[in-house]
């Protein structure tokens, strides 16, 4: 079982930056992909960011690239979420999830490739 935890969230202006973090239980974090999701009111789950185990190979959606990057500590059980030059329509839930089968391949952007999830922190960004 992992526990998934994350923080970081709250509201800023169009045009600012948030840091969010997400701190993993367990003590083979370090062998599992993990995301990044969001899901804004009345629209489905939408793919982020991705990172693969090692922090070698990152994905990104289309529309946050060059703007947010995924890293991760896996000596301090933490993936990261750093989100610049953010903008309104960046307002959602993230969430935060790992792909329990340890060393998977990269490139895992859809919900269902993903095991656990954290409970989310809210991102609101105004105009």
């Known amino acids: 079982q992992v526990q998934l935890v994350e923080s970081g969230g709250g509201l800023v202006q169009a045009g600012g930056s948030l840091r969010l973090s997400c701190a993993a239980s367990?003590?083979?974090?370090?062998?599992?992909?993990t995301g990044w999701f969001r899901q804004a009111p009345g629209k489905e789950r939408e793919f982020v960011a991705a990172?693969?185990?090692?922090?070698?190979?990152?994905n990104y959606a289309d529309s946050v690239k060059g703007r947010f990057t995924i890293s991760r500590d896996n000596a301090k059980n933490t993936v990261y979420l750093q989100m610049n030059s953010l903008k309104p329509e960046d307002t959602a839930v993230y969430y935060c999830t790992i792909n329990a089968r340890p060393f998977a391949r990269s490139g895992l952007v859809h919900p269902f490739e993903y095991d656990y999830w954290g409970q989310g922190t809210q991102v609101t960004v105004s105009s």
């Open positions: 367990g003590r083979t974090f370090g062998s599992y992909a």
């Open positions: 990172i693969n185990w090692s922090g070698e190979n990152t």
